[in-house]
Every structure is written in C-alpha cells, then in structure tokens.
C-alpha cells in the first residue's frame, strides 16, 4: 500500500495579511483545500496522513514525530510553507526534517491543497 503524507501549515497560523499570498485566502478556504486533498488521496487507495504544523520549533518536532511513527512513500510539502519569503528558514527546516525522517520518501510539492494528490502522484512509485 502506498503511504503519503501530506504538510503543511496550520491554516489558522497562516499570517493572511502577507501580500506573498493570495488576495482572498482565508483559514477556512485553505481547511476546505485540505480536505479535498485528503479525499483525493484516499480516493486513489492511497494511506495518506495529513500533518498541519505550526511555524516553529514545535511544528518541526510535530513533523519528526510523525515522519518517525510511518514510512512514507512520498511527503508532499505544501505551498503555504514555501510560498512566503518570510519562511524560507522554515521552510528549509522542513525540508531536512523530512530529508532525515523520511530519507527514501520522494519529495513533491504542491500549488495549494488541491492538487497535493497529483504532485504526489509525480512521484509514486518512480525509484
């Protein structure tokens, strides 16, 4: 069975005032795009895990925890992480917490939470 895992940044953590960002993105929009892709990424027979991080510290302990409890197949790292130049220190933590806690796990990344189970796709089951 293919394991994906699906992070990004807990919506309502997410600074809406960064013009980085999309005019008119809000919490419940980007909940709305998580759960889609959540549906989508079952829906293809997948196990997949969704894990909302807070940009911090603790949120990278979050994502070593569950990288640690699961081999995954591929992480796909969501636009919200990597989109604000703001979070590049962030973002580059979580790109090596990954790198070290999921060392066989294709990355991919996707454009917003819609399209997470196609960007994963790109790299399920490529060696």
């Not at 759960?35 to 894990?51: L, V």
């Not at 569950?66 to 992480?81: F, H, K, P, R």
């Not at 590049?88 to 917490?97: D, I, S």
Request: aromatic residues 8%; charged residues 20%.
């Amino acid at each position: 069975m293919t394991r994906v895992l699906f992070v990004g940044q807990k919506p309502e953590t997410v600074d809406f005032s960064d013009p980085s960002l999309p005019p008119g993105f809000d919490a419940a929009k980007i909940q709305a795009g998580i759960d889609i892709a959540e549906t989508t990424m079952t829906e293809r027979g997948w196990d997949a895990d969704i894990c909302m991080i807070t940009p911090d510290d603790s949120g990278i302990a979050t994502l070593a925890a569950q990288l640690a409890s699961v081999t995954y197949d591929c992480v796909v790292i969501g636009g919200g992480l990597r989109i604000p130049p703001k979070g590049l220190e962030f973002f580059e933590k979580v790109v090596n917490a990954i790198h070290r806690g999921a060392p066989k796990a294709a990355i991919a990344f996707n454009t917003r939470p819609q399209d997470t189970a196609e960007a994963a796709a790109r790299w399920v089951g490529v060696d």
